[in-house]
């Protein structure tokens, strides 16, 4: 088994990207806390018209933690992200659920910053 990189707890990880998405002036709230120190994440990023994109903490090739493409890396209606999401906090309720509005779609998944 390869080793992986040691993770931060996520509620630091959500306390940084919310300040990170702050800073550039995008609207980011939480829409579901987590287990504050092993929950998972999720980062919903609005786009508005065009869908919302989902992207949740995986890792690589070496064990660390990168973001991944969620559905299959598609544009999201707002009955197709509810049923996503539904079915991810019935999966994991100490899931994290963070959402945020990029009208533009001027985001890439770097903007996130590090996933953990």
Do not use: C, Y
Not at 62 to 84: F, R, T, Y
Not at 95 to 107: K, M, N
Request: aromatic content about 4%; glycine content about 12%; overall charge neutral.
């Amino acid at each position: 088994m390869m080793p992986t990189a040691p993770r931060l707890v996520t509620r630091l990880v959500v306390q940084a990207l919310m300040r990170r998405l702050a800073v550039a002036d995008h609207p980011v709230a939480v829409l579901h806390r987590g287990d504050p120190d092993a929950g998972d994440l999720l980062v919903a990023i609005d786009r508005f018209a065009a869908g919302t994109l989902l992207f949740g903490r995986g890792r690589d090739g070496a064990g660390n933690l990168v973001w991944q493409s969620e559905a299959g890396g598609a544009l999201l209606d707002a009955p197709g992200l509810a049923n996503h999401l539904a079915r991810a906090l019935k999966r994991d309720p100490d899931l994290w659920i963070v959402a945020l509005e990029d009208p533009r779609g001027r985001l890439t998944v770097a903007d996130l910053g590090p996933a953990g």
